[in-house]
C-alpha cells in the first residue's frame, strides 16, 4: 500500500511539473526565451523540500567505473529517497534508463536525473589523446571529433562530459598533460572553442548533445614540480594573461559547467575560491553555467588546511560558487544543518539549484527523460564505420615527424621484409591511451596489423617484442638482434604505457622507461636502418635518441585506429603534417620549458654571468610548432601593408609559401609578435594567429594574416587591458624557432 501511494503521489507531482513545463512551452520555444525557462525552473523549485534541493546538489558515482577513491556506496538508494540529482561512471542505454527510471518513477517529483562522464577523447570511437590532437592544428577536425563523441555518448544515455580540459601546461612531468593541448593559451582557447561547439552542437536540446565542462578552474597545469595535486603560486598578471584565457574563451562560447581544479593559487584551494568563481568567472564573465567540484574536491579542503571538518569544507564551498558537489557527500550531509545554524543561506542554496535545473531543462530531460537512452540508437552509431574513419583521419594528422635523416621516411610497400620490434609493436591496450574511459582497448587496431594492410604479399615481417615498457628485462634483446639481422629496415615502437600518463601519473625522469632505450643500442649495433615510432602522453627526453636514430615518428597514443594510420605514414599513404602544441626539452633540468618565456636582464652569452646551463643549451631539442613532412617548403620575406598600426586600422602581414618538395603536403603557416618594450616585461614570441594550407609540388601560396589593436592588448602595470604605443615585431614561420621577421610601430592617433 505504502508503494502504491508513493508512486501515486509522484505521477500528481510530475504532472503538475509538466502542467508548468507545457504551459509555457505553448507560447514561445523556449530555446527563444530566457524568461520562459526561468518560469518553468520556478515550478519545480516552488514544489521542492530542502531535502530535495540538496539533493539536486548531489553527484555519486555509479561504481560502473571508478575514477577516484570510493568514499560512498549504495546510491541506487539515494536515487530512490531523491538525495542525489546527478550520476555519473555510468553509461549504456538500457542501463542508464534503470536508474532513471528510478528518479523519474520512484520519487516523490520524479525530477530526472543528468549522467555525467569522462569523454574526454572519444567515448566508444576513441580518438588520439588531447596532446595528440591538438598537434593536428586543425579546429575543425578537433570539433568534429567532439561531436562524433557525443553522438556516441548520447546514444548511451549520457547528457554530460567533463571535457573539455583546458589547462595550461609546461611541465612535461605532469602526468596530465596528455589530457591538455599543451602549452600555448592562444592554441588552448581555440582547442576550447572547438571542443565546446563540437561536445554541445548547434542545438543543445537536441537528443545527442552533451553538457560541455571546462575544466579545471584553474592553474591545475603549474603544479609544483610537476606532481599532481601540488600546490600553485603565481601572480595575478600570469594567472590572468596565461591560465584563465582558454576559459573565457569556454564561457564565451556557451559552455555549460565548469569544474573545480585540486591545486590551490596563493594559499586559496580553487575549490574554496569565491575570487575564482564568484568574482571572476560569474562577476566578470557572466558564466550563467553550473560548477561541479572535482572528486572529493570539497573534502580536501581539510587537509589543504583550511577547514576544519567537512561541515566547514561544505561551507566554504558553497559561498565560493561550487553549486554541486562530486562523491564527497558533504552537502548531502552537512548542508541542512548550515542551513539551520545560519552559515548559508537558503538563497545561496536555491541559487545553485535553479543552475542544475536550467540544464536539465535546456537537455529536454524533463520532456522527455529517456530520450538519450536509445538501444537503436546505440547500436547504429556506437563504433559505426564513419566515426572509425574519422579516428583514423585524426590519428594521420596527429602524427609528428621529428626527424627524418637522409629520407629514411617513407618506406617502400613493395620492401623485402621488414623487422617490427619493441613492447607496442604488438599492443593493443597501451594504443588508447589515459582517460579513454568507455574506450574499449580490444577495439584498437595494432601497429603490427595497420602494416600487415598496407605491405606488399611478398614482404616479409619479423616480429619481437624485445623488451617490456618499464621493466629491467633484458632477456629479449637476443630475439630483437635476430630479428633486425634478417631484415632490410627495423621499426621499434618503444614509448609509455598509456598509465603512465594521466592523472596521478607524474613522473620524475621523462626519458623512455625501462631498458628500451639499451633496446635501441643493441639494435642499432646491427648496423640498420632504425625507425623509431613513440606512442606516449607526453613530451619526453629524446636527446640520445635524436643523436642516434636516422628517423623519429611522434604519435602520441593515437586511439582506436592508431595502426592504419601510423603505417599509411610510414609508407607515405599519408604525409604527415602535426606540429608540437608542446615544446620538448633536452633534459628534464630545463622544465618548466616553454616557448613563450620572458627574457632576462641577462640573456644568454658568452659571458659567464649570463642566464645558461653549464651543460645543455638553453634551448630544446625541438621547439613549440615544430614538426617536419615528406616535402620542403620555403617561405619568403615577411610583408607588411604599412609599418604603422593604430587603434581604428588593421595589419596585413604576408608570405609566399612554396612547396620546394616533390610531394603534395600541408603545412601550419604560424604567426608570432613581440613587444619590444612596454611598461611590464613582455614574452619574447606569442602565437597570435595560423593557417593550415595544402600545397601540390612545386605550388605557391601567399598566406596572409591580419593584426589589430586587439592582438597586441596585455595587461599593463596598472593591470589594465590595453595596448602602449611602441616598436613590435612580427615573425611567420613554420614553428616557433624557425621564422622570419618584420617590425612595425603601433601608434596612438
Known sequence: MEKKNRISLNIICAAIIMLFVSASACTQQPSD???????????????????????????????????????????????????????????????????????????????????????????????????????????????????????????????WTFAPMIDISRDARWGRIAESAGEDTYLTSKVSRAKVRGFQGTDLGANNTLVSTAKHFVAYGAAKAGRDYHTVD???????????????????????????????????????????????????????????????????????????????????????GVDMDMQGAIYHKHLPDLLEEGVVSEDQINEAVRRILRYKFKLGLFEDPYRYSDTEREDELVLNE??????????????????????????????????????????????IGSWSAAGDYTDAVTLRKGIENVVSSGTEINYAKGADINSDDRSGFSEAVQVANRSDVVVMALGEAANMSGEAASRSEIDLPGVQQDLIREVLKTGKTVILVLMNGRPLDLTWEDENVPAILETWFAGTQAGPAIADILFGDDNPSGKLPVTFPRSVGQVPIHYDMKNTGRPMSENKYTSKYLDIPNSPLYPFGYGLSYTSFEYSDVNLDKTELTASDSLAVSVDVTNTGDVEGEEVVQLYIRDMTASVTRPVKELKDFKKIALAPGETSEVTFY???????????????????????????????????????????
Open 33 to 159: 526565451d530566457d524568461a520562459q525557462l526561468e518560469a518553468k525552473v520556478d515550478s519545480v523549485m516552488s514544489l521542492m523540500t530542502m531535502e530535495e534541493k540538496i539533493g539536486q546538489m548531489t553527484l555519486y558515482t555509479s561504481g560502473f567505473d571508478q575514477t577516484g577513491p570510493t568514499v560512498r556506496e549504495g546510491y541506487k538508494e539515494d536515487i530512490r529517497a531523491g538525495r542525489v540529482g546527478a550520476i555519473f561512471n555510468a553509461y549504456g542505454a538500457e542501463f542508464n534508463r534503470s536508474l532513471q527510471e528510478m528518479a523519474v518513477e520512484e520519487t516523490r517529483l520524479g525530477i530526472p536525473l543528468i549522467f555525467g562522464y569522462d569523454v574526454v577523447h572519444g567515448h566508444k570511437t576513441i580518438f588520439p589523446i588531447p596532446l595528440g590532437e591538438t598537434a593536428s592544428w586543425d579546429m575543425d577536425l578537433m570539433q568534429q571529433t567532439a561531436r562524433v563523441a557525443a553522438v556516441e555518448a548520447s546514444a548511451q544515455g549520457l547528457h
Open 707 to 749: 593584426l589589430s589593436h586587439e592582438d597586441l592588448e596585455f595587461y599593463d602595470i596598472d593591470m589594465n587591458w590595453t595596448v602602449e604605443p611602441g616598436e613590435f615585431k612580427v615573425f611567420v614561420g613554420t614553428n616557433s624557432r624557425d621564422v622570419n621577421d618584420a617590425s612595425f610601430e603601433y601608434v596612438t592617433q
Open 234 to 320: 603565481m601572480s595575478d598578471r600570469t594567472l590572468r594573461e596565461v591560465y584563465l584565457p582558454p576559459f573565457k574563451a569556454a564561457v564565451e562560447e556557451g559552455v555549460g559547467s565548469f569544474m573545480t581544479a585540486f591545486n590551490e593559487i596563493g594559499g586559496v584551494p580553487a575549490t574554496a575560491s569565491e575570487y575564482l568563481f564568484t568574482d571572476i568567472l560569474r562577476g566578470e564573465w557572466d558564466f550563467d553555467g553550473f560548477v561541479v567540484s572535482d572528486y572529493t574536491a570539497v573534502n580536501e579542503l581539510i587537509p589543504h588546511g583550511v577547514a576544519a571538518d567537512s561541515a566547514e569544507a561544505g561551507a566554504l564551498a558553497l559561498k565560493a
Open 386 to 431: 564513419e566515426h572509425l574513419d574519422l579516428a583514423e583521419e585524426t590519428a594521420q594528422e596527429s602524427i609528428v615527424l621529428l626527424k627524418n635523416n637522409d629520407n629514411v621516411l617513407p618506406l617502400d610497400e613493395n620492401i623485402g621484409s621488414l623487422a617490427l620490434i619493441g613492447p607496442l609493436a604488438d599492443n593493443q591496450r597501451e594504443l
